[in-house]
């Protein structure tokens, strides 16, 4: 049986992914700080008896022996990652030399969870693998944008130096229950502001850009990425239709019925203006296409959403 490590296991995207492998019969370890993860969403998992949880932050070497390793251990949303800058840069550059040391040493697959934010705000339009990025070094985003920046670079040190079989993925933005409820993305704000009919929060003028993809694509996509050969990426994974903010608030307000207002807010410093994925590379090397429509994933994030609100209130 193949021994899959999955860090950052315990966050919206590592949850997913455990169980998906759980299904497919792989022994599953999670390591998580539960630094923006939780244990809720694993719980239903512990019991599995090819399910092990390590407590750890991957800042400090781990010895475990694997197959395969997928490295999602870092906070995601922005509220999360600035919180603690510099402790983002440490998961992302000294996490990542010890994941692929750890890859290095038993020989197994690694799979790094990256990011469109290497884009920064693109000036190419919608982004291919081969646009270098427009990233502002200095800035508050920078923590995350250059500290993914550089767990690719040691990823693909590793995979020249070393022949550490690696894959880069590049993840747009997703969505889909076990987002945290406080995680600041715009999903999960507005779900929740829309469900507790409280004013919508736009920041700036709601025509920026994001493309939207449901989670079990995603999911579906990074165990295809991890079971085929001699791809090194990166390769971007994610939804091509791209939304105004705007719309995703309109679509919002419509699925849950609700009045709540709009409210303007200033637009946080190097938001991008713009996101979608050029997908041809992936559609072409493994066949995947995302499935699930924008309005049908929502309506499963919202139902989440409102049996969170409903158990906080009883
Ligand atoms: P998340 O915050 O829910 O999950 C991250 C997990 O990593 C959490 O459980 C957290 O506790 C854990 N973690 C953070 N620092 C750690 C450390 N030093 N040691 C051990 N565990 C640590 O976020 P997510 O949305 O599930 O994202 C997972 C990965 O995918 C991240 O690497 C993120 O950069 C990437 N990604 C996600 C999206 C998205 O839209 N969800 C988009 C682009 C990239
Ligand atoms: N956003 C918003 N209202 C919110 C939260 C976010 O208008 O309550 C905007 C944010 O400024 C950005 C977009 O929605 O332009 C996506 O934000 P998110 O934090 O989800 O992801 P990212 O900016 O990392 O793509």
Partial sequence: MKRVLVTGGAGFLGSHLCESLLERGLETICVDNFF??????????LSHPHFELIRQDIIHPLFVEVDQIYH?????????YQYNAIKTVKTNVMGTINMLGLAKRTKARFLLASTSEVY?????????????GHVNPIGLRSCYDEGKRLAETLAMDYHRQNKVDIKIVRIFNTYGPRMALNDGRVVSNLVIQ??????????????????????????EGFISIMDSDNIPGPLNLGNPEERTILE?????????????????????SDDPIRRCPDISSVKEKINWMPKVGLEQGLQKTIDYFQEKLNLNNS
């Fill in 248 to 268: 995703l608030a309109e679509i919002i307000l419509k699925l849950t019925q609700s009045s709540a207002t709009i409210e303007y807010k200033p637009l946080p």
């Fill in 194 to 219: 829309a469900l507790k009919r409280e004013p919508l929060t736009i920041y700036g003028d709601g025509l920026q850009t994001r493309s939207f993809c449901y989670v079990s694509d995603l999911i």
């Fill in 72 to 80: 999602l251990a870092c906070p995601a949303s922005p509220i999360h």
């Fill in 120 to 132: 920064g705000n693109p000036e190419v339009h919608p982004q291919p693998e081969t646009y270098w």
């Fill in 36 to 45: 923006s993860g939780s244990k809720d969403n694993i719980r239903h998992l």
